[in-house]
């Protein structure tokens, strides 16, 4: 629980008193209520409770963290949720390793060409006239 004495964001949502030893309070601080109402929306807090039990202290903050970013994206698209947002990251990613790739092959050609005109003189040029 928080020092102020305000419940956390989870159990002001859930409507119970927040007591010292709170799984939540920690991870759900009432200034972001919108993160444990997301979570509790995709997951539900019995499930969200017993992953933290089942989770190393030190490992709790990730977990909520990647909780919070696929509750976020399963509101956002609630078929693919974060693994829309891959795959649209990582078409991207093809496609512009396509275009890098074609713009390397241009400066080859470029510095090709531009190598053998510039050395390839004719040989009846000369700098005297």
Known sequence: MM?????CAACKFLRRKC?????FAPY???EEPHKFANVHKIFGASNVSKILNEVL???REDAVNS???EAEARIKDPVYGCVGAISVLQRQLIRLQKELDATNADLIRFSTNQGSSFFNYPS???NDS
Do not use: K, V
Not at 3 to 7: C, E, F, G, I, L
Not at 19 to 23: R, T
């Open 28 to 30: 759900f601080p009432p």
């Open 3 to 7: 020092a102020s004495n305000s419940p």
């Open 19 to 23: 007591n010292q030893d709170c799984i």
């Open 124 to 126: 009846n040029w000369n």
């Open 57 to 59: 202290p030190h490992q």
């Open 67 to 69: 909780l919070a970013y």
